[in-house]
């Protein structure tokens, strides 16, 4: 595995935003909430443990997992969360390790929203923290998803503190500001990536 780029920051702190531009650039993204959903595809064993667990209430009529359903259990009560975080986090950690390993850019993006609560952090060589303000954070996420304020307030709950995650960030990207800027950005963050992803191979 060449240079891998952690990418993390809670729900609606633009993420996507930020990794959709280093895709335009070539830059190979493994998404931890895509390789979340390939885990749980129907006719795998985590989904079978998941309808056994929580009924198949859980279930779409087509026999695919019901998100919707399954969210509003797992935000509610934290211990029915973490069960099914033990479940899943080993076979997601495996499935992001296997795309980094396919990746043929010359360096490689992460982007998680747990990053630095899961061993994921082990796979990344610098964390890059997508920050802003935990009021931008909810309207923007209350904008784009159909969850309510109650509902993003317990899922923020959830995930690590901005302090703290930012405690932990190698470098940060504000993104409270316009898209625009967030292009200017990302171009010079990939040029000090790409030099760094230069460094790397000839040592
Ligand atoms: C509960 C599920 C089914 C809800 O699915 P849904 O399509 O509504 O949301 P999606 O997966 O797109 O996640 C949206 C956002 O919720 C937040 N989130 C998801 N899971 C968690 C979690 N376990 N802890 C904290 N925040 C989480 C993240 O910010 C994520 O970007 C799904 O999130 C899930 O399977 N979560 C457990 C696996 C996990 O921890 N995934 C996070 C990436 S490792
Ligand atoms: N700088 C910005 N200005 C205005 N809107 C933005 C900006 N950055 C992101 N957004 C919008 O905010 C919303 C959340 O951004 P995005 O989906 O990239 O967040 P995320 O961190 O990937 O979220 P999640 O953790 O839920 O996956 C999206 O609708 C996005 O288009």
Redesign the pocket.
Known sequence: MGLVIGITG???SG?SAVTRRFEQKGIAVVD??L???V??EPGGPALAAIADHFGDDILQADGS?D??A??Q???ADDSE?RW??QL??PL??QE?ADQLRAATSPYAILA????L??S?RQLADLVVVVDVPEEVQLQRTMAR?D?DEAQVRR??A??MQRQERLEQADIVIDNSRSLAELDLVVTELHKEFLARAELGASQ
């Open positions: 809670g729900i609606g993420k931890a909430d390789a979340a959903r885990v749980v997992l998100r919707a399954l969210r259990k797992v935000f969360r099914l975080e899943t986090h997601i950690g992001i998680s929203p747990l990053l609560e899961t994921q998803d969850n899922i923020m959830a995930q």
